[in-house]
């Protein structure tokens, strides 16, 4: 195999693997997706896989502006089923801006 078509083979990996992961762990594979904070503080962003547009990315994490709060912060999705109706509520009255 040549090295050109090792590094897009490498490239298509590492841009299905966190859709798949999403899939398997029971999170929807993008759009409007809840979020929180390492504050705790829920809110809703546009999550695409393998894209960042108004966040930085570290694998799974992206650190990006928690409007709760208001800070810099590591978010990770949340599953809308382990979360209150309180808190479903709450998550979707926070939304961060759609364009940085």
Known sequence: MSPRRRRALIVLASILVEPILMKVRGYPIGGSLVVRCRRGHLFTTLWIPGVSVKAFRFGWWRAQRCPVGPH?????????????????????????TRIP
């Open 72 to 96: 810099w912060s590591i978010v990770t999705p949340v599953r809308e089923s382990d979360l209150s109706a309180r808190e479903q509520r709450r998550a979707s009255q926070v939304r961060d």
